[in-house]
């Protein structure tokens, strides 16, 4: 009886593998059954994508060739931070992106990790996110401009840009909304509104400084540990990234002016309020006075004993509401 040979398992983890074919200048997307022994190209560049949620993963990519193991550790670190290594002309590290859900895109941060060498790309997230389903869409649609990996690497970090691009469209929307209510005649506290908004500016705005710095210093390492070619994505990159940190910055700047002017007119609004508040105080002071006096159980009180006392304690509280009157207008009060 013939022993059954042995199945190669699939790559754990999967989400999509893609072979890029230098001649033909096209891309295969592989089933998700692909194997490791199938992953071998002579002419060309892979794409894997994987997910982190497969525990499987980090086995695979330790046998992986050409996978080193500072290159393993950015792959699959659950760590929540940036960074852009450069060693070797391999690249890996961590990028920020946003997670999207199956119907409906999210401004959660999410974290992608990537490597990229001369003849393989490896990317790996835990939650769905946006700009590498975007990537995958601009490289089925136009899979002859990817040369390289590193343009795989360069369309990815422009994809973040062109998603921090429509967050920054909605999130001015939402300010021209908070805006419009604001300046309006009839006042109202949009405080509640407006501070999610401050919030996702601020966090948008220190993650893209943190990539635009890394960015910035993996460009000036030194050319034995660059990539063929990324010196010039690189550069191309870092004017993507301070256009839209300007568009950022002004929107974070907006947010703040409006938060200072919905204080200013709160505050006003209470002072306008604490000053009737004195005024009817100031007016009613002197008729309580008077009332009080009247008040009191003693003896020999004034138009106790008289037919028309009482409309004579009324006299006098007018005669007090006058000079309080008379005494605000004196000092300029009213």
Known sequence: MDTPPLMTPAIPGLVWAYRFDAPTRSCIRLPLETTSSQLAVEDGFLWLHLSLADSRVPAFLEN?????????????????????????????????????????????????????????????????LRSIDRLKSQMEKNAARYKRPIDVFETLVAEFQRTLISLVMELTEELNLIEDFVYDNAPRDERRKLAPVRRTVVRLHRHLRTVLTLMRRAAASDEDDMPDGFDDAAARLIGRLEAVDHDVYALQERARLLHE???????????????????????LLPPSLVTGFFGMNTDG??????????????????????????????????
Do not use: C
């Not at 002017?261 to 002072?271: A, G, H, P, W, Y």
């Open 64 to 128: 992986l060739p050409g996978v080193t193991p500072p290159a393993l550790a950015a792959l699959t670190t659950r760590d929540t931070h940036a960074a852009i290594i450069l060693d070797e002309q391999l690249i890996y590290g961590t990028l920020i992106d946003f997670q999207k859900e199956f119907d409906s895109e999210t401004r959660d941060i999410g974290w992608l990790h990537f490597f990229v060498s001369d003849r393989l790309i490896i990317t790996t997230r835990l939650q769905p």
């Open 261 to 283: 002017e919905i204080d200013s007119k709160l505050s006003s609004e209470t002072n306008r309020h604490l000053y009737i508040l004195s005024l009817m105080t100031a007016f």
């Open 301 to 334: 009180l004034p138009f106790a004993h008289l037919e028309h006392g009482t409309l004579f304690a009324f006299g006098a509280i007018g005669l007090s509401v006058a000079a309080a009157w008379w005494l605000l207008r004196r000092v300029g009060i009213l």
